[in-house]
Each structure stands twice: as structure tokens, then as C-alpha cells.
């Protein structure tokens, strides 16, 4: 059996005396994908940011390959193989698109200060370079014929899709999507989830999303967790969720028949 990429043990954050998260559990393995679903407030977002280190645990422990990214860095953590997009779009509107992805490209960088002030060759060399990997990443996204266009000038579901775009660009072994759906019709969404299966397979990458759009949820997770009020209430493949009474009843607000 092989170890799982992520590995995150009995997880909590407290806020002041309020309790936002406890004894949040999962294990994701390799290409899988994970959905993370609950109502609003339920403690989703937190996990994202437990799990990037904008919020420092109060107890329990995240393992990434094998290492422990508790008191790491958000830097540190994004260098180590997390990468995340936001509920809210986080681009660089007034940047051309191949420019926002180009950044998250810098970590790999190796050219000076002093080489890209003067423009010597090997600042030249690694420039060409990024901006082949920045054009195949948008290719994936059929956006390249985009790549010199102002990112907010995008309509909002190529933004989305810009968003994850740049998260590739740091070449992450885990994939944090946070309600990668939002605004889309349902074109958008059938298209966005077959290019996360796609980049799943291309990357070879886990990918952990939340998500409210169900049909999204349920046609492309094989594990899905229930959240509400910072405590894990069901988890098991989208078929076991959606017949748990617990989620009817906590999540869909609905009970069985109606």
C-alpha cells in the first residue's frame, strides 16, 4: 500500500472560544478526487487555510508526503506541493493572462537580480522558458489565443479557469479548488469538470474541492466528506452521501420523499 500524498490527523482550530473546526480527519491518496461539502459556515474555507497555513492549528497535524508543514511558511507550503484558488477570484486584473501565470512560475527561477536588471543571457534563457510553460498551461484551458489579453477583461468563468491555471503554474502535488463552479452556467461547469479530470491525469495530482454545485460534486468526487458546524457528519463515495439521512437533514434540508 502506498502512503497517501496528504495525511491530515484529528485537525482543529479554535477562535477565541469558539470552535471553528475539531477532530477533521483525511487521508487522499494519490489522483484522487475529494469533495468537501456542507452549508455555509459549516468550516470548509477553514480547512483550505488550515491546510495552506493562513491559519495555524490549534491541535492535530497535516502531512504532506510524508512532511510535517506545520510551522512552515504559506510560501514554504506552496513550495512544498499545495497549491489553492480562492472563493473569491484573486488575479492580477490589470496583468495580461500569460503574466499571471507566469508569476507563480518565479519560484523556479535561478537568474539574479543584477541578470534581470541587465538583461543578461541566462535571464533571457529562463524567461523563454516560462513563457513556453505559462502558453502550454493555458492550452489546457484553450486561453493561449488569450495569453496577452488583461486578465480582468475575462469573462468571469475564464477567470476561474485562469485561477487554476496559475495554481499549476507552482506544480503542486495537492489541489485545493474552492468552489471552482461559482458563476458558472452549465456549460461552464460540464467543461470545468472535464478539464479537472483532465488535469488530474495530465498533472498527476490529487485535487480536494468544495463545492455547492451538486451535480458537480456528485459527477466527478469519488469520496465525498460532510461538514457542518466545524465537525465532520458523513463521508463515503457520492452515492453513500446522498442517501445519508444525516445529510438530507443537515445539508439538503429536506427529508427523505419530499
Known amino acids: 500500500m502506498m ?16 470552535q471553528a473546526l475539531d477532530d477533521f480527519n483525511i487521508q487522499v491518496d494519490a489522483k484522487e478526487i475529494v469533495g468537501l461539502i456542507g452549508p455555509n459556515g459549516a468550516g470548509k474555507t477553514t480547512v483550505f487555510n488550515l491546510l495552506t497555513n493562513v491559519y495555524k492549528p490549534s491541535r ?3 502531512s504532506l508526503t510524508g512532511q510535517d508543514t506545520r510551522g512552515k511558511s504559506i510560501h514554504a507550503v506552496t513550495q512544498s506541493g499545495i497549491a489553492r484558488t480562492f472563493q473569491n477570484i484573486r488575479l492580477f486584473r490589470d496583468l495580461s493572462v500569460i503574466d499571471n501565470v507566469k508569476i507563480a512560475l518565479h519560484n523556479g527561477m535561478k537568474y539574479t537580480m543584477a541578470e534581470a536588471i541587465l538583461r543578461l543571457p541566462r535571464y533571457w534563457k529562463q524567461e523563454k522558458e ?13 486561453m493561449a489565443h488569450l495569453a496577452n ?8 468563468g475564464s477567470q476561474r479557469r485562469l485561477e ?3 495554481a499549476l503554474a507552482t506544480n503542486p502535488r495537492v489541489l ?7 458563476g458558472m452556467n452549465p456549460s461552464e461547469t460540464q467543461e470545468l469538470m472535464d478539464t479537472i479530470h483532465h488535469i488530474r491525469d495530465m498533472f498527476d495530482i490529487a485535487i480536494i474541492l468544495i463545492e ?4 458537480l460534486v456528485m459527477g466527478i468526487c469519488e469520496r465525498i466528506l460532510v461538514l457542518n458546524y466545524g465537525l465532520i457528519i458523513a463521508q463515503g463515495t457520492p452515492e453513500e452521501v446522498r442517501n445519508n439521512p444525516v445529510v438530507i437533514e443537515a445539508y439538503l434540508g429536506q427529508q427523505r420523499g419530499e
Not at 489579453?149 to 468571469?156: D, H, K, N, T, V
Request: proline fraction near 7%; charged fraction near 15%; charge should be negative.
Open 130 to 142: 516560462s513563457t513556453a510553460t505559462a502558453l502550454k498551461l493555458l492550452d489546457v484551458f484553450n
Open 212 to 215: 455547492h454545485d451538486m451535480s
Open 164 to 166: 487554476i491555471a496559475r
Open 3 to 18: 502512503s497517501p500524498i496528504l495525511d491530515v490527523s484529528h485537525l482543529g482550530i479554535d477562535f477565541g472560544g469558539l
Open 149 to 156: 489579453e488583461p486578465a480582468g477583461s475575462l469573462p468571469y
Open 60 to 62: 492535530g497535524s497535516i
Open 176 to 182: 485545493l479548488l474552492d468552489e471552482p463552479a461559482a
